[in-house]
Antibody, heavy 116, light 109 residues
Framework: QVQLVQSGAELKKPGASVKVSCKAS????????IIWVRQAPGQGLEWMGW????????KFEQKFQGRLTMTTDTSTSTAYMELRSLRSDDTAVYYC?????????WGQGSLVTVSS | EIVLTQSPGTLSLSPGERATLSCRAS???????LAWYQQKPGQAPRLLIL???SRAAGVPDRFSGSGSGTDFTLTISRLEPEDFAVYYC??????????FGQGTKLEIK
């Protein structure tokens, strides 16, 4: 069965970076892209970006341009999302999902807390 | 950027009733590139509907999606206890960002 398993919770200081991993199984990793979505506490969903699994193509929400890097490692079927220059309003649960723009299978989420 | 507005914000219904959730886009969502998700507390979103009206794998047929252009609807024909959750629409038809609506909370009356 398709599964996306994400890395654990992180506590970061303002200005730091965080890298969240998303390990896929149960399908051919290179056949689908990965999208990243975040959800601040008590808030709705925010689409962050998309990456292809094997060609390095990416699409970003413009507000994250310059701070967000999405990569994949096809040898381990793992996607990564790195967000830099963290601020307190980056505190959220970060999700990966399989798909091109909409996500059909989702990871369990990774809580990133930004606090001094 | 396409803005999606969902209504109502909260919908209070009883099991067995019919639920109708609305999602309106600020401009046309080409070729019905509209998805619906269900999210329960502490869980990741679950894809229900893709392409405006196609149910995702394993989704019960009491869930249906309709609409085109700027107006879309998610209908749950007869509510089951497990259907009470927050529902989000998402458009993915234009250039990024592929925005979400703010959500509709479906609660037990």
């Amino acid at each position: 069965q398709v599964q996306l398993v994400q890395s654990g919770a992180e506590l970061k200081k303002p200005g730091a970076s965080v890298k969240v991993s998303c390990k896929a199984s149960g399908y051919t990793f290179t056949d689908y892209g990965i999208i990243w979505v975040r959800q601040a506490p008590g808030q709705g969903l925010e689409w962050m970006g998309w990456t292809s699994a094997n060609y390095g193509n990416t699409k970003f929400e413009q507000k994250f341009q310059g701070r967000l890097t999405m990569t994949t490692d096809t040898s381990t079927s793992t996607a990564y999302m790195e967000l830099r220059s963290l601020r307190s309003d980056d505190t959220a649960v970060y999700y990966c999902a399989r798909g091109g723009a909409a996500g059909d299978y989702w990871g369990q989420g990774s809580l990133v807390t930004v606090s001094s | 950027e396409i803005v999606l507005t969902q209504s109502p914000g909260t919908l209070s219904l009883s099991p067995g009733e019919r639920a109708t959730l609305s999602c309106r886009a600020s401009q046309s969502v080409g070729s019905s590139y509209l998805a619906w998700y269900q999210q329960k507390p502490g869980q990741a979103p679950r894809l229900l509907i893709l392409g405006g009206s196609s149910r995702a794998a394993g989704v019960p047929d009491r869930f249906s999606g309709s609409g085109s252009g700027t107006d879309f609807t998610l209908t749950i024909s007869r509510l089951e206890p497990e259907d009470f959750a927050v529902y989000y629409c998402q458009q993915y038809g234009s250039s990024p960002p592929y925005t979400f609506g703010q959500g509709t909370k479906l609660e037990i009356k």
